[in-house]
């Protein structure tokens, strides 16, 4: 599983690259997308809908299942990767590439775990 | 095989249409559009679908156990009946159709006494068509006595996944409750959930593990105090006909379906038929038109001010309720109670020739289903219920339900129903005890099932992914 | 009594004996005695084949089946060829589930998957599911994949069937959307009415319940022009000679495909289709039938895009349904695969004529249309006293139109011979 010492996590399994003071890239982790097995379908949050943080705001579709994905800050959809629409074996492809939105507003980065924070989060949920 | 597409040569058709026989007239505006449909003789139409019949498997061809499914057989003299050009030839909104008026009569007389309901209607088409209108009823209920903040309903997490569904699209927030250890509602959740904000519980008893809830009365007592009303999936009827009625439950509605219980066939997926009955404070509230009897005249009843309005065209599926009414009076006050016991003693039967191999997800007795568990056969062999369920195609018989209920691991749901024999139960079981052995011994060759089958398992992900849902014309 | 349990009460002993019950009132140990019914139902005692068929054949013998019938106002009677009966009688399609198991189930998932190929060739769309109920059904579902949460007014023209303007308001009442009535002028949706609205949807009928041809095109422009989806309710016959749906510029294509190999049968079951443009596929509810392979390689059928449904998504499920009306899409499919496409070209075509021809002759008679437009199968005449001229019809063994707004609604379809119409024509005759 790899888990890049670059990006900052949320406990629901979604990892955040900050691009800016007030912007970052969300998609779902190696660890996400290896348990939700492969994905069909990733249903996109509307462009400039409200973020909120730990609250479900999109979800991906598997055969058989339905996950939310939580924003794991606050904030305001201001990208979607559409990209994804038509290939969403991209997310279990590449899981870090495969990023699902992009906020701005985003008024902190509280509460983020890194990499080692998240790998130990994964490692207890496995027992 | 073949599509109906390939199969088309053009310029061949069958003859059906003599020439006109008044002057040809065109509309102004036509179709440019190509319209490729199919072009066929008799000959390649019948083998066709006698090819596609032969790729299909139905109750006629052997053992069909799937859970909450009820899948009984489906009496001829049902269809027969059905078919008489004086049903099938009467157009519904024709005058002279007191045999129609008669029959919709004694089946809302014999279903709600079934029931313990007060009046029904049939115009749902499908049980989850008569889940939403159930629910209808419920909100025009909480709308006209002045709550219309009672906008949560209840549903366990046991439950058929219509029922959050229908309370989603009936505006309802779906507030799940979690079961007890024991598969049952836990009353001190439900009853921590209740409030001013309950319009009603959503439940299936016996629920979807096939366990006849014990408190159901205190259930009932409880959602009622906090001012809601308790709707009662019918999906689960058939193990109770005739031994207790959900009325008498403390049910304020329910919704039957007529292709389960009440042995209408299933076509594939439908036409079903899911009438609504209703304690009489809800009566009013129905859809459309009543029947009723003035003396030896039948006769609609104006549609009340206060009904939710239709929900489906006319009087619902007509034909499927003349089936069951067929049934019903096949089996009349003695069939019914008959058919329930027998339900029951056949899923308890072919469960004490299974719970010693495998786990069943909630010993003791069961109603007309119950629940394996293959969570440990996974961990030690690798095979997973659906590698048994695949398997078991290789039996000639149907799989039972898999992964449902939610809460179970590894779940495979059984619901044998009454009109199997012995002698099928006894070969079924073989069959399953086969399977659990093959498990332990050739993992491989289980997880490759089915074998026998015309095609192998399915790409499934590949379907989704890139769906490709009609057939490609220039491909 | 019948019951259909194949078991004998010997069976029944040893089966109670090893499952470890004594009896069968030990089955039901868990229902509490206050809720197990103390006597029995009051229901008639249990019958024979035989008398319980007597006794359904008085039933249908005491409706009336008429030889000539000029009725449809959402029930049509068409000739069926005898093929269509033999297929949809064969028991593995009659008694078989819903296809969840797709390697033994290919023969109906195929038969679907054919369905919703010509559903989309009728209709001129991209993607059709694999049925809802019925046409009302299928408009009052189609309405719901439009939901928008910035404004959710629906807006209908009074000149759909009445039925499907009742199912589509229930199901608006129950999750809060408004519903609109576009008015008529002439029989005809009043276009100018939707100029400056704005909503989530626009519903019409083509051709409408008056048999009147709408100007579907323009309605259309009008209702994208206002950023809402435009839902057509079309009849499959005139389908096959109007322009499509897609022609007409629909997001949704929805109908009753009951005229398709169905008999009226009091009301059902009929055929709900919907068909949609490849944007709106995720919002369609129901089962839908892809193509894909199996782990050979081997072309396989399977449900798919399940995640969508009730079963998956639970309460977040955009619609309930389960249950469609498969062996119905199947009557249709084999209908249509029967009458090909010069067979369903000349059956509207004749419907078309027919309906010219009757009211044309009915014109004559001293009962002048009522719309001016042009028209399909179906189209309304004056009459003061519809009631007496339907009893009067009654009597010679001929069902006449449906009462609307003090007059009547005729229908003639490729069924109507010219001396069936002859003999109708004299009978009303003033």
């Keep these: 599983m790899k888990t890049p010492l670059e990006l900052k996590y949320s406990k629901s399994h979604e990892w955040v690259k900050i691009t800016g003071e007030h912007e970052c890239e969300v998609g779902i982790t190696d660890y996400a997308q290896d348990s939700l097995g492969d994905l069909v379908f990733v249903n996109l949050p509307e462009i400039d809908a409200d973020a909120v943080k730990d609250e479900a705001i999109c979800d991906v579709e598997s055969v058989k299942a339905v996950s939310d994905i939580f924003s794991p800050v606050s904030g305001k959809v201001a990208e979607v990767n559409e990209e994804l629409l038509d290939a969403p074996e991209k997310i279990n492809e590449d899981p870090y590439g495969a990023w699902l939105f992009r906020l701005t507003d985003v008024e902190d980065f509280e509460g983020l775990l890194s990499a080692e924070e998240y790998e130990k989060v994964v490692e207890e949920e496995a027992h | 095989m073949k599509t109906v597409f390939e199969r088309s040569v053009p310029g061949r058709h069958c003859t059906i249409l003599p020439a006109c026989d008044v002057p040809e007239r065109k509309p102004e505006e036509t179709r440019t559009a190509p319209l490729r449909l199919p072009e066929l003789s008799e000959t390649d139409l019948s083998r066709h679908y006698t090819e596609l019949a032969g790729q299909t498997f139905g109750v006629n061809d052997g053992f069909y156990p799937l859970g909450s499914c009820t899948m009984k057989y489906n009496p001829k003299i049902n269809e027969e009946i059905a078919g008489l050009e004086g049903f099938a030839k009467i157009h519904p909104t024709q005058e002279n159709a007191q045999g129609c008026l008669k029959a919709i009569y004694l089946a809302e007389k014999y279903f709600t006494e079934i029931t313990g309901m007060d009046a029904m209607t049939f115009e749902p088409a499908a049980g989850a068509h008569g889940e939403l209108t159930g629910l209808m009823l419920i909100k025009r209920y909480h709308e006209l006595t002045g709550h219309p903040e009672r906008n949560e309903i209840i549903v366990p997490d046991t439950a058929h996944g219509t029922n959050p569904a229908s309370s989603s699209m009936c505006g309802f927030k779906v507030i799940n409750i979690a079961s007890a250890e024991d598969g049952c509602v836990d009353l001190e959740k439900l009853e921590a959930v209740c409030g001013e904000h309950t319009a009603g519980l959503m439940l299936t008893n016996p629920n979807t593990l096939g366990i006849f809830d014990k408190n159901i009365l205190d259930i009932t007592r409880i959602v009622h105090k906090a001012g809601g009303?308790?709707?009662?999936?019918?999906?689960?009827?058939?193990?109770?006909?005739?031994?207790?009625?959900?009325?008498?439950?403390g049910f304020d509605c329910i919704h039957l379906n007529l292709h389960k219980s009440f042995s209408t066939p299933h076509g594939g997926g439908g036409p079903g038929s899911g009438p609504v009955g209703c304690k009489a404070l809800l009566a009013d509230y129905l859809p459309g038109r009543r029947v009723v009897k003035d003396g030896d005249v039948y006769r609609y009843t104006e549609e009340k001010p206060e009904s939710i309005g239709k929900v489906r065209s006319f009087h619902g599926n007509f034909l499927v309720m003349i089936k069951a009414l067929t049934y019903v009076l096949t089996l009349g006050k003695e069939g019914i109670p008959e058919v329930a016991k027998n339900a029951v003693l056949n899923a308890n039967y072919i469960k004490s020739l299974l719970e010693d191999t495998y786990d069943v997800f909630r010993k003791g007795t069961c109603m007309h289903e119950f629940v394996l568990t293959l969570e440990r056969l996974k961990k030690e062999t690798g095979v997973s219920a659906l590698d048994v369920a695949k398997a078991l195609q290789d039996y000639d018989m149907h799989p039972p339900t898999m992964y449902f209920p939610i809460n179970v691991h590894e779940a495979l749901m059984i619901e044998p129903t009454e009109t199997e024999s012995k002698e099928t139960l006894d070969k079924a079981a073989a069959a399953y005890l086969e399977i659990y052995r093959k498990a332990y011994e050739d993992p491989e060759y289980l997880h490759n099932a089915p074998h026998r089958s015309p095609i192998g398992r399915p790409d499934e992900v590949g379907a989704a992914r890139h769906p490709k849902v009609k057939y490609d014309f220039e491909g | 009594m019948g019951s259909y349990i194949p078991s004998t009460e010997q069976q029944r002993k040893e089966m109670l004996e090893k499952a470890g019950f004594s009896s069968f009132d030990e089955l039901y140990a868990d229902v509490p005695a206050e809720v197990k019914l103390a006597k029995e139902l009051h229901l008639p005692s249990g019958k024979s084949e035989l008398e319980?068929?007597?006794?359904?054949?008085a039933l249908a013998e005491d409706n009336k089946v008429y030889r000539s019938v000029f009725r449809g106002a959402g029930a049509y009677s068409h000739y069926i060829p005898a093929i269509v009966k033999s297929v949809v009688s064969k028991e593995e399609f009659v008694t078989a589930y819903t296809p969840y198991q797709a390697e033994i189930s290919q023969g109906v998932l195929q038969s679907i998957f054919e369905y919703q190929t010509m559903i989309c060739e009728l209709t001129g769309m991209d993607v059709s599911n694999a049925s809802v109920y019925d046409g009302a059904v299928a408009a009052a579902e189609a309405t719901v994949m439009c939901r928008n949460p910035k404004n959710n007014t629906i807006y209908i023209s009074k000149a759909v069937h009445p039925d499907t303007m009742k199912v589509v308001k229930t199901y608006a009442w129950a999750n809060g959307r408004e519903v609109v009535e576009i008015p008529l002028k002439d029989g005809k949706t009043d276009a100018r009415f939707l100029e400056?609205?704005?909503?989530?949807?626009?519903?019409?009928?083509?051709?409408?319940?008056?048999?009147?041809?709408?100007?579907?095109?323009?309605?259309g422009e009008i209702t994208h022009n206002a950023n809402m989806k435009y839902i057509l309710a079309v009849e499959p016959f005139a389908a096959c000679v109007l322009p499509s749906a897609r022609e007409y510029g629909a997001d949704i294509a929805v109908g009753e495909g009951q005229p398709l190999g169905m008999p009226v049968s009091y009301g059902g079951p009929y055929l709900g289709f919907m068909a949609a443009t490849d944007k709106m596929m995720r919002q369609l509810p129901g089962r839908i039938v892809g193509e894909t392979t199996d782990h050979d390689g081997r072309k396989a059928y399977v449900l798919t895009l399940q995640a969508r449904e009730q079963h998956i998504r639970r309460e977040k499920a955009s619609s309930n349904i389960c249950s469609n009306e498969a062996l119905c899409a199947m009557t249709a499919s084999v209908y249509l695969s029967a009458m090909g496409p010069k067979g369903m070209k000349e059956a509207a075509s004749q419907c078309y004529a027919k309906a010219h021809y009757l009211a044309d002759e009915l014109e004559k008679a001293g009962y002048p249309r009522k719309y001016a437009g042009d028209f399909f199968m179906e189209f309304v005449t004056e009459c003061e006293d519809p009631k007496a001229l339907l009893e009067k019809l009654d009597r010679k063994g001929i069902l006449g139109g449906e009462i609307v707004d003090k007059g009547i609604l005729w229908c003639a379809t490729e069924l109507n011979t010219k001396e069936e119409m002859d003999e109708l024509v004299r009978e009303v005759q003033k």
Aim: proline share 6%; aromatic share 10%; charged share 20%.
């Design chain 3, 196 to 219: 400056g609205k704005s909503g989530a949807c626009v519903l019409i009928a083509q051709p409408n319940y008056y048999g009147l041809i709408e100007d579907a095109k323009e309605i």
């Design chain 3, 52 to 57: 319980v068929s007597r006794f359904m054949r």
């Design chain 2, 229 to 249: 009303l308790c709707y009662y999936d019918g999906a689960n009827l058939n193990p109770v006909m005739g031994i207790a009625r959900p009325g008498d439950m």
